[in-house]
Structure formats: structure tokens, C-alpha cells
């Protein structure tokens, strides 16, 4: 199989994908591959066992989060339309549970509006199908690099709020604030870079791990939900300011 082709598979997959194929000697470099269409699924397993990796299958949305607690992969590839328990439900309680573990989506839903929604629950990239094998590749590859990139910041404070990123756990005036994943990496990389203007194209770029991407509006809904949980007044912001005409910046 080329890695400059587009993926379109027409032939049979022999392996049963209701009996999750599970190897402990790959269990650090595990791949679950949550899709319902045995041709697919052959694909999928074909080109991450080539790069190494180990390939765990489900082809239903229940199985998938019960193979999930039980396997503990290193990323999910997760396609939308599953019978049982949808895709994006499967995404919601997966970051809920482990918000570390990276999800790449990949979906023949093409809508920006589907985009957004994925990525607002946690989902760490979104494929469109067809794809080619590189490009899937290349982003779970770079969700996993992400995910073992040290922190440089581990605990930080400011007014009254306390982050501590390896736990992923805040509090705020003594009262645990509930946070999601890409809410913990985008404070974080504020707290990393304070005083300096951020445009939205870089906070995509460097927090959601886009080159390009069809709107900007995410960035914004991500922030003002920070404002919300930890400014005194999100009305008034203190310290996610807004720098109109070209992004954003973190005064402590």
C-alpha cells in the first residue's frame, strides 16, 4: 500500500473485530480502532501494525468503552457512526475519563459545525474520509507526541485560582472548578507565554495541533468558558485579556 494513495478498501478483512486483538508487549504504543466497516478496519489495522504498533478493533460503540477501561491504549482512532453508542458520545466519555489519551476522529462527516463539536468535547484531531495513510499517520502520531511532551509547567497559581496541570485538577477561591482537556492545554500555554499577544491561528496551531483549520470561533468559545469558571467577573476579565484586532493575552 502506498502512503501517497488515498485510502479506498474494497477487499474482505478475515479478523473478527468483536474479539479485541490485544498485545501487552505494544501495550505502551496501543492503538484502538473504534470502526464498524470490516474493509476499513483492515486498512486501519494493515497500516498501524506496519508502523509498529499494536491494534485493538471493536466495531461497536458499547464494546469500544468497555475494551477502552480494560486495554488502556495509548490513542483512540474513533469513527462518528457506530451502532449502540455514538461516536461523539464515545469521545465525551473517554476524555471524561482519561483526558490524557488522545482521540482522532475519522468520519465522512465533513461539516465544520461536526468539527467544532468534536474538538469542543475533547477530541484531539479530526480526519475527513478518504484520507491517505500519511496524513492519518502523521496526526495520531503527533496527538502522541503532544501527549509525552514534559511539562514544563506543572503547578501555577494566580488570584485566587489553583491549576495543577499533571493532575488536571483546579480550584478557585477553595471550590473545585471542573475543566476539560483542551481547556487544561490552552490555560496552560497562556500561563507559558504571559504578557505576549496570542492570535487565534496560533493558539490553534500550538493548542489544537492545526497547520489550517476552517474557523477561529473555537478558540473563543474555549475562552470565554475559562473566563466563566475563573475570573472573578468573565463580564470584566482580568486576566485572559482580550487584544482586539489580534488575539489574546494572560496577564497574571
Known sequence: MSNNTTMMPNDKFAIDARTPEFSPALAGKQILVVEDDPRMQKVLHRMFREQGYGVTLCDDG???LETFRSTRPAAVVLDLLLP????????KMIKGERPE????????VSEVADKVLLLELGADDYVTKPFSPRELMARVQAALRRRHTPAATVTYSFGNCQIDFAKMSAHCADKAISMTAHEFKLLKYFVENPERVLSREELLNEVWG????PTTRTVDNHILKLRQKLEPDAAEPRYLQTVYGAGYKFVP
Open 84 to 91: 449502540n453508542v455514538f461516536g461523539r458520545d464515545i469521545c
Open 101 to 108: 489519551i488522545p482521540v482522532i476522529v475519522v468520519s465522512a
Open 62 to 64: 458499547q464494546l469500544a
Open 210 to 213: 492545526y497547520r489550517s483549520y
